[in-house]
């Protein structure tokens, strides 16, 4: 059953994938940048699948994952919201969390080969606050594909809720089994690329000259 | 009793991740606060634009109907009271008693050449106020009328086809009907400089469709900075009565479109 769950998720990202790139000719600047940033994480998908299947150690490719959606979805916020101040903390935020990021790497470089769940925490939470400032600017102004918004928001609170979850479990020592955290995680993934999906097809026949 | 090494790191656990948790909530609450208010301030600006629009709808209809008395008072000054003036002094002196025949035969001429004029003039002053053709034979003899005496003077050609029934029962507010397209008519000609005009009217379940072309100098329709006369405002106002709506298109060099869609019952 989660063997069929898996392969369905990987299935419905391919079909976004290539969606997205049959229309991403006429689209504008911002729908390309998320066009890439589900490229580039069906790429990492790929890679952790193998190097699991290899039996090799893919732990420190969670590090790869969040910080590459972290800048992908940056710069898109960055392009859809309108307000310069927003934009301008956009920028200091996106530098600031990098470089801190970063100079932990530099200093304790075996911490690239753990788990790091401050790191999580530091970059899905800016996401979800510009995700929510775009639904507010969307308020007023004309909608900007808003399932683009509505998707990262509830995917980024839900993974962010069920990996603090699995670390308080982990650190009272509750034994539970690993499939639950399998599931939620894959069953959150799979919302989250029909919430794409039903955006992406809207995309299509709507020619968006900018 | 001291706290354990293990005991502080459970603490530390158990607080750090109801920060991260409220850190969530806290952005969602500020979320729902701040959307509410836009709401609500947005809620207020449109209710005072449309309460503004109102009002200046209202200052048009008394705008204009102090301006209709003003024409017809001139009219009835210049076209009626002048005359019968005239009238009045010429029947003066026909009571003078030393005046030759020939004189008073001149003078009744003249009687009744200005009287003649004075009842013309009224009747044009009494047609313009309400079309009687409109009044006894309905909308489209009205309009027919109207498209024909602006076809007699040859600059602009107008053209109107019709297939709706009008029910000459709601006469009162096929009125308005006429009333706009007089106005379109009368703009064509004077600012637009069209020597083509089309209209037509068409009907669909409830709804006619009037669709008003011509083929004049066209204006800045988005333009509201430009200064609007009368004849719109009136225009819309008339429409809102009919329970209407209407866009209008307009590119320079190519005219101007009208599109009213709006149901009598
Ligand atoms: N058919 C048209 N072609 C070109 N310009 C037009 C046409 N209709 C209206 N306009 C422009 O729009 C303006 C507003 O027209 P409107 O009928 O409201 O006022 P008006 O005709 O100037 O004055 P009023 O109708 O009160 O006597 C006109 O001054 C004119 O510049
Ligand atoms: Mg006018």
Redesign the pocket.
Known sequence: MLKVLNLFHYFIHLVNIVLLFRVYRNQNYSVKVFTWYIFAMGVLQLWVTILSKMHLNNLYLSHVYFITQFLFLSHYFHTVLIDPRIKKGIRITTIALVSIIGIQYVIYPDMFWEFNLVEIYLMSMPIIVYATMHLYQMLDQPKVNYNFTLGPLMYLIGSMSLFLFNFLMNQFRIKYPADVIMWFNIILFMGYHLILFTQIIRLKKTKVCH | MPLGNEEIKIAQTIIAVALAFLSIALVMILFFYFSRKKIVQKEIEKRELEVNHQKELLHSVLVTQEAERKRIAQDLHDDISSKLNVVALHTHLLSTPDITDLERTEIMQQISDLTGKALENSRRIAHDLLPPVFERFGLHAGIEELVLEFNTSKTMQVTYTNSVKFDEAKNDKLLHVFRILQ?LLN??L???K?TQVQIIMTQQNDQIQLQYT?N????EVHDSSKH??????NIESRVGILNGTFQVESQSGQG?QYNFNFSIV
């Open positions: 106005e703009n064509s004077r600012h637009g069209a011509d004049g100098i066209g204006f609007r006369g009368l004849g719109l405002k101007v």
